[in-house]
């Protein structure tokens, strides 16, 4: 993920989204031509080690697309990296809906005492975009302590708490090793930022 053009570049056009391919008005604009998720991720740690964060390798199948919002073939992309569980909020679900919708259907847990979310806004150019607007990510992040082990979970091959300190940032798909750092635990290596 890289850093947005000085702002002083931009027009200024507020997040008062509209439907269809032009503002509707002053004060509105319409979804980024390269789009924008809103997205709510577990950072789930190690009881017993706080920087170890729980992360997997997904098990590519149908069920991602449905539930992780992963076609198959990003699915099959992602497959060897680690990934937090996350998923976007479906339309109109709250981020606290969707963290507890993530716990349940990615891991199979019902989870209690999550603080935040904690939110992030980055901007950034996708390698193969040529939109006129930057990518737009809203970040939710639900913070807590996970099971005493790893869950084990038919979406997943393996599931681990890793050492994010240790683990460099490109072991980690969907710039998951970004998010992570956002909430304080940093990949052994610095950000690519373009």
Do not use: N
Not at 16 to 33: C, D, Q, T
Not at 124 to 137: F, Q, V
């Amino acid at each position: 993920m890289g850093l947005a053009p000085p702002r002083a570049r931009m027009a200024r056009r507020f997040a008062r989204l509209s439907p269809g391919f032009a503002p509707v008005g002053p004060g509105h604009s319409v979804v980024p031509s390269d789009g924008m998720c809103l997205s709510a991720f577990l950072i789930l740690t190690a009881p017993d080690d706080p920087k170890r964060a729980l992360v997997g390798h997904i098990a590519p199948g149908p069920e991602w697309e449905e539930l992780g919002g992963l076609d198959p073939a990003r699915a099959a992309r992602v497959g060897e990296r680690w990934m937090l569980p996350a998923t976007q909020l479906l339309l109109f679900e709250s981020p606290s809906e969707a963290a507890h919708r993530v716990g349940r259907e990615l891991l199979g847990l019902e989870l209690t005492g999550l603080s935040g979310p904690q939110v992030f806004s980055e901007t950034y150019r996708r390698p193969d975009s040529t939109a006129e607007d930057l990518h737009w990510d809203l970040h939710f992040l639900f913070t807590g302590p996970g099971p005493r082990r790893p869950p084990t979970h038919r979406l997943w091959r393996e599931l681990s708490y890793v050492p994010v300190g240790a683990t460099r940032r490109g072991e980690f798909a969907r710039g998951h090793g970004d998010v992570l750092e956002l909430a304080g635990l940093a990949p052994r290596d610095p950000p690519q930022r373009s």
